[in-house]
């Protein structure tokens, strides 16, 4: 079948991990921007600059304190979060009781402050990350490197466990019933502004933690976060905010949509989830998970 | 979905005179500007407060925020560079000619995007562009990361010469101008007041039996087409059609430009304009810093100053009546 088609499998193969590992990247981030969305209302736009930040932190604590990526893996994303509960604090929560369009215009000047800045200290080329789990295996079809199964398993384990988390725990009950009716959920006891700020924190914390798994398979790039978070917002039209389990399954499956047409058409492999969005937006407005209002 | 936070209340009748006024005004400052500052620049805000304005048509009046503007500028103005040094057209011709890719687009990309609303219309528009942005990328006239350099400024009309930057401003300035009364003869027309109806209460629009999103459809179509004059011109003023032009950065530029001037008044994107090109140009020695401080100023004028200078400017002129009367 595949001399048929004129493509080697190991190509194939090759390009469909590629896929899947960008497809966790997608998951990932669309699973935190839906989280913050469900409680906050706002599209957080700095949530690719965050990526980029948890990248960075675990570049630094490398560097700068010889601290391994495993350790970065729990301390990048706490860091980050700590400052994304002060970005919340500071400044978004002066703009809940305004339009939406607000939270997306102040979140967009953030990311533009925190880009900026990254630009202005390490430059544009992007740094290196030495590869924690090098070598790997070899399969009958294809070769395999170690890292690139950890990141697909680690996604994996991380969209699965917040899904488990929200839908399935009793902190997730009160998540979601603040996500409904945040008026009853407070008259009930619960403090519901000090839960939009966990939220948003655990949110920017999932994109840093992307960002450290990220790190040593890209390089650690100032600009990595803003090429990917538009992609991510394609994904989210496609995918629809309402469900959990709808933003991991788009996020995985476009990712190999986007893996396929490198091998197949690869003219158009940066192009081809903008076009899927257009055809799921003149067939299913709503999404594919989502639920028309 | 509530837009009244976001845009003033409307204009009573008795402004339009007012704003015509104002208008005149400008335009006799205008006149003489290039006596005092330097045409060029005059030009280049003259071509981003026109793209200001064709995007304000539609956060302000309609209360669509279109985060992909950039992709009409910047498409159109591709078109009218190709069309200009390639095929030899002449530069109202090459203009026309983007002016109407623009639209085209707009019609293709509006049919799309207004099938969603609110937060969600933002994300469509930013991915369409950023699709553009990428056919931009690779497509074969555009020449990749060159852009399409050394457009030929021909007479227009075969009677002016564009080689003169003076004679070049005062065509920019006719063109503007001619923006300008599109956009304020619109929202003053019927259609512009169905228009605001539906940006205060869209189910109720429908209620009246307007079919709103022909009428969304059409201000995204005019959007973008006059969006795209002002990439046309921009294009043959720098000679220049480059991938900045319709990169999401871009499409950023636009909205912080409206933002800071007043988003729904009539000359605010004409200030926003003037306000941010003016610091661009005294910034363009610090580098990065500049994307830095336009994200401050995107933060402080979203917590603090939401309604831009000259949203402001009306407020306080409407207190003193009032406490006057």
Known sequence: ?293 | MNNAAITLTSQPAIAKNRDLSILAMLVCIAIVAPLVIYPVFLMKVLCFALFALAFNLLIGYVGLLSFGHAMFFGGAAYISGHVVKVWGWSPELGILAGTVCAALLGLVTGVLAIRRQGIYFAMVTLALAQMVFFFCVQAPFTGGEDGIQAIPRRPILGLFDLSNDYAFYYVVLAIFTFGFLVIWRTIHSPFGQVLKAIRENEPRAISLGYRVEQYKLLAFVLSAALAGMAGATKAIVFQLASLTDVSWQMSGEVVLMTLVGGMGTVFGPIVGAGVIITMQNYLAGFGEWVLVIQGVIFVVVVLAFRKGIVGELQAWWQRRQNQKG
């Not at chain 1, 170690?146 to 994996?156: C, E, G, K, M, T």
């Not at chain 1, 466990?161 to 603040?178: D, H």
């Not at chain 1, 991510?232 to 396929?260: D, K, N, P, R």
């Open chain 1, 1 to 293: 079948m595949f001399e048929l088609l004129g493509i080697p499998p190991q190509a194939l193969f090759g390009q469909l991990l590629l896929g899947l590992i960008n497809g966790a990247f997608y998951a990932m981030l669309s699973l935190g921007l839906a989280v913050i969305f469900g409680l906050l209302n706002v599209i957080n736009f700095t949530h690719g600059a965050q990526y980029m930040m948890g990248a960075f932190a675990a570049w630094m604590l490398l560097e700068w304190a010889g601290v391994p990526y495993w350790g970065a893996l729990v301390i990048a994303p706490i860091v980050v979060g700590a400052i994304g509960i002060a970005m919340e604090r500071l400044f978004l929560r002066h703009l809940y009781h305004l339009d939406h369009l607000y939270g997306l215009l102040l979140t967009f000047g953030l990311a533009l402050i925190i880009e900026g800045v990254f630009r202005k200290q390490f430059g544009s080329t992007g740094l290196p990350y030495a590869n924690p789990l090098p070598g790997g295996t070899r399969l009958d079809f294809m070769f395999l490197p170690w890292y690139r199964a950890w990141i697909v398993a680690a996604s994996l384990a991380i969209c699965l466990g917040t899904w488990f988390m929200i839908e399935r725990t009793k902190l997730g009950s009160y998540l979601r019933a603040a996500t409904e009716r945040p008026d009853l959920v407070q008259a009930f006891g619960i403090n519901v502004p000090r839960m939009i700020t966990l939220t948003y924190g655990f949110g920017v914390g999932l994109a840093a933690l992307a960002g450290v798994l990220a790190a040593p398979a890209y390089n650690v790039n100032p600009l990595m976060g803003s090429n990917l978070i538009i992609i991510v917002f394609a994904v989210v039209v496609i995918g629809g905010m309402g469900s959990i389990m709808g933003a991991i399954v788009t996020g995985f499956a476009l990712g190999i949509i986007e893996g396929l047409t490198k091998v197949f058409y690869p003219e158009a492999s940066n192009t081809v989830i903008f076009i899927i969005m257009a055809i799921v937006l003149m067939l299913k407005p709503a999404g594919l998970f989502g639920t028309p209002k």
